[in-house]
């Protein structure tokens, strides 16, 4: 009896992870698959915004700060 518990707990430790490894940040529901052309258009529009935001920003010169040591 023993046995069967140590094997089944050691059964249940080596699957949890690669249970886990499905429910990331990243991972959809399957429900909400189904989007809508409103949805979409909603979508596309916030993502041009992004990328539009994106460009707007300045690029930063690179500082060196032993510039005046050398």
Do not use: C
């Not at 080596?14 to 490894?21: I, M």
């Not at 499905?22 to 916030?46: D, F, L, V, W």
Request: hydrophobic share 35%; proline share 6%.
């Amino acid at each position: 009896m023993r046995r069967l518990f140590v094997a089944l707990a050691a059964v249940a430790m080596l699957t949890a992870p690669a249970q886990t490894q499905g429910r990331g940040k990243g991972s959809k529901p399957a429900e909400n698959s189904q989007q809508t052309t409103e949805q979409k258009q909603k979508k596309a529009a916030a993502e041009k915004a992004y990328k539009d935001a994106l460009h707007g920003i300045p690029e930063q010169k690179s500082s060196d700060p032993w510039a005046k040591m050398r």
